[in-house]
Every structure is written in structure tokens, then in C-alpha cells.
């Protein structure tokens, strides 16, 4: 599947279904203070429009949270969240060949 403009702008409708109390991403963030407040290193794959990234990041300063996506505009997206928190930087990236070595990160999400 290639995620155009068109299929961008589907995924970041679908995507508010993620933001409820009960959903996936509070739950993703809630875990990661779990494991604060000393520095971690967490990956977002398949981040989408940047989402759990950009929550993390804002929530939790002591975190490093990379985020990544195949899908330029994904990316683009992304990479606006980025703007707002400083300890979170985007990367175009395949989830099956992440370009990173083994053990660089404490904490995976993937949504």
C-alpha cells in the first residue's frame, strides 16, 4: 500500500479513534513514565502523523523519542508535531529495516 496525500489524510481521520481515555496512544505514553524520570530512549514506528511520538516527547522532557514512517508525507506530517517538542526528531524509515543497531532503544511503540 503507498500512503499518498490522499491515504495520509484518511490515516490521520482514522487515527483520532487512537485518543479516546481507553485508546492505545494514553496508553502507550502512560507506560513510558513508567520508566522516568532518568533519561530513555524511545522509538516510535509507524508513527503516522507523529502520534504517540509527539505526546511522549511533550509529556515526558527526560525522554528522546525518535519516530519513524515509510511514507514521506507520514513524515511530513510527523515532522510538524516535531516542531512543538524539542526532544523528538523524525525520520523516514521502513519498519522492517530500521537503520538503527540493536539495543539503541529502551522503549518501542508501534500503533
Known sequence: MVFD??????????????THPDGPWL???NEV???GPSRVDVLDVA????????RIAAKYSWASVTATDSSADMVALAEVAA???P???VLQA???KLPFP???FDIVTCC
Open 87 to 89: 526532544n523528538m526528531k
Open 102 to 104: 540493536d539495543e539503541t
Open 27 to 29: 496508553m502507550m505514553v
Open 33 to 35: 513514565g513508567k520508566h
Open 5 to 18: 496525500a490522499e491515504m495520509s489524510e484518511l490515516y490521520a481521520k482514522l487515527a483520532s479513534q487512537h
Open 47 to 54: 508513527t503516522g502523523m507523529g502520534e504517540p511520538a509527539s
Open 83 to 85: 516542531k512543538e517538542v
Open 94 to 96: 521502513d519498519a522492517q
